[in-house]
């Protein structure tokens, strides 16, 4: 125990630097989303993502409580040069080897001693906050160990191991210079960013590992539901396993909007773990079927093409237009599925149908937000019929341009 305990001031002051470390690492993870091409790296951090944003929510709940309702108020520039420096890692083995192996790892150490530090009956509730994120980052730095060591070891045999280790060393200078997690002195000088470290967020096009089928829309024939139910279950699922690029594309999103209040931002990181969800349903149903993952064509072509549009449009286009006109097409295939008694792929559509009407309900919520902080004279009205109009040209997905005719959209 130490000689004296944390004041409520001092205690305040840490968790102000937790919660700014929880946000950052989950802004720079989901930029990174599209950009690594491994799917396993994807399907964990989009888990990662989640917890980490629910992770700086409890933090800032518990701020709250201890009245400080701007926590982002007095975050020192080390600190902020920190969390943009993250976003510049040249691959999948840098960004891990430092969002987790240095910061998260720096902040497992520190919410595990916290507890020893701060008033035990006082100060209860941090205590219980920072224990059961202790767990979680256990699991998750657990994870990065393993991942990194794998891909160090690949990285190994292209002569790679000396760059990754001085971007490793880089931002561990930054992250002592900026204070590290507590926010001790430091007369550490800043180092310059290592050379051939360009900012590659937000990833135009998104990333997939190699030799994996690319989507061809002129070959995408949809089979009819009551005559071929298997080959349209079959058919309906490779394009579920597909919902990773709208995990992506809702990475990209939340990277590019940082002036977006902090609840647009954990409602996104939410919106964004649902779809790798909807993309693991697709993974399971497709596995149960005697696929592997790789041998499903992924259709990257939607994520590139939303990624030619800015921001406000591709939040507003997967939002209020191509969300709800999907809902129709759901309830369809609920039923249809409970009448074949799939129950394993009705349940999968309902969990889908149900976090999609959330989805919908933060699009109305919002749209109308992002429209006004970036400027956009439209309504929100008005930015659907556009977007809508933009997706019957450009998507390559031909079901996105059936529902969105079914819904009554035409080519204007």
Not at 157 to 185: H, K, N, P
Not at 381 to 391: G, H, K
């Amino acid at each position: 125990m130490p000689d004296k305990n944390l004041s409520l001031t001092q205690n305040v002051e840490r968790l102000k630097r937790y919660a700014f470390l929880e946000q950052s690492v989950m802004r720079t993870l989901a930029g990174w989303l599209p950009g690594a091409p491994e799917w396993e790296v994807k399907n964990e951090i989009g888990l990662h993502i989640w917890e980490d944003a629910d992770a700086c929510e409890r933090l800032r709940v518990r701020l709250r409580e201890m009245r400080t309702h701007h926590p982002e108020k007095g975050i020192p520039e080390a600190l902020r040069h920190l969390a943009r420096e993250l976003d510049c890692a040249a691959n999948t083995l840098e960004l891990l080897s430092t969002v987790y192996l240095v910061v998260k790892k720096a902040l497992l150490e520190t919410y595990r001693l916290h507890p020893t530090l701060t008033y035990p009956v006082f100060d209860r509730p941090t205590i219980k906050v920072l224990g059961e994120l202790t767990e979680i980052y256990e699991r998750q730095v657990a994870w990065a160990e393993e991942m990194v060591a794998r891909l160090r070891h690949e990285s190994d045999g292209g002569g790679d191991g000396e760059s990754v280790g001085g971007w490793e060393e880089y931002i561990a200078t930054l992250f002592a210079a900026a204070g590290g997690v507590d926010g001790a002195a430091s007369d550490i000088v800043v180092p310059a960013r290592p050379t051939g470290h360009p900012l590659l967020l937000p990833w135009k096009e998104c990333q997939r590992e190699p030799g994996w089928p690319v989507f061809d829309p002129d070959s995408d024939l949809e089979p009819d539901r009551e005559t071929q139910p298997y080959a349209h279950r079959e058919w309906r699922f490779r394009h579920y396993l597909n919902e990773m690029t709208a995990a992506e594309t809702i990475g990209s999103i939340l990277w590019m909007t940082p002036e977006m209040p902090w609840e647009f931002q954990y409602n996104t990181a939410r919106h964004l773990w649902d779809e790798v969800r909807h993309s693991q349903l697709g993974q399971l149903v497709i596995r149960q079927l005697g696929y592997e993952v790789g041998d499903i064509w992924q259709v990257v072509q939607i994520y590139n093409v939303m990624m030619t549009l800015p921001a406000v449009d591709q939040y507003a286009l997967l939002t209020t237009v191509i969300e709800p006109n999907g809902m129709p097409e759901k309830r369809r295939n609920i039923e249809h599925f409970e009448d074949i008694q799939d129950d394993v792929a009705a349940a999968a559509i309902s969990y889908d149908w149900s976090d999609e009407n959330y989805h919908i309900r933060w699009g109305k919520k919002w749209t109308p937000v992002m429209l006004q902080t970036y400027g956009y004279p439209e309504t929100p009205e008005e930015i659907a019929a556009r977007t809508e109009q933009w997706l019957l040209v450009h998507t390559p997905v031909k079901m996105q341009v059936r529902m969105a005719e079914e819904a009554g959209a035409t080519l204007g």
